[in-house]
């Protein structure tokens, strides 16, 4: 009989948040399935557990997902995580899970906590409605299209970005966001907890050395906008689009 994987949620930042049921399933899983073991040992060791760990990270192949879900047949159970919060959002781990559904093995989730809701719930903006875009694409065409995207999105919309890109990325979203309100969420749930709202010209004035991971959470477009879209031609919507410079 084939094991269980469970999708584990672990703390963001204080080691506090972390729910009991986690704490179970920690302490009775065989293996530990990990992005970066170092993060997840200093999270067994606060816990005081010894288990069997094993990496898997962005860059492992299909040999590592074979042997994980070997694993899972032999009736291993197995705590899948993240470096922090909840695994397969934004996170390689959803490669596992698929193979997993595709090998009919049971995969139980153990919510808790999660960087992009963490950071909506204290931004001030809507959260009825939302799209959650995670990490902007690399390739220039594909993260135009998602410029484009939060452009006219009539939905609050939110962003993962990193230290590094992130000024980069605020200027691009000055071109299509104009005055519309953007909060950046950062060292989420530790000692500087910190969150910034203006616009994106306001933040690149605010912002001079970015520092942690960065949620972005951008207000909604106005519907009267969208409705200026859709009565674009299709020239006027191509001479709008190559003004951007994105």
Known sequence: ???????????????????????????????????DTRQTLKLLNHLEMQKHLISYHR?????????????????????LVSDAGT???SDPGEEIVKEALKNEIAVIPIPGPCALITALIASGIDAKEFSFLGFLPLNKKFRKEKFNEIQTAINTVILYEAPHKLLSTLNA??????????????ELTKIHEEFIMGTAEELLEKI???????????????????????????????????????
């Open 208 to 246: 001079i050395e970015p520092r942690g991971e960065y949620v972005i959470i951008i207000e909604k477009q106005e519907q009267i906008s969208q409705d200026i879209f859709e009565n674009m031609t299709l020239e006027e919507h191509y001479k709008y689009y190559e003004s951007l410079r994105i």
């Open 87 to 89: 695994p397969v959002i």
């Open 173 to 186: 979203l000055k071109n299509v966001t104009l005055n519309r309100k953007i909060v950046l969420a950062r």
């Open 59 to 79: 860059h492992s192949g299909e040999d590592k997902v074979r042997e994980i879900i070997e694993e899972l047949k032999s009736g291993k159970n197995i705590a």
């Open 1 to 35: 009989m084939s094991g269980i994987l469970y999708l584990v949620a672990t703390p963001i930042g204080n080691l506090e948040d972390i729910t009991l049921r986690a704490i179970r399933i920690l302490k009775e899983a065989d293996i530990v399935v990990a992005e």
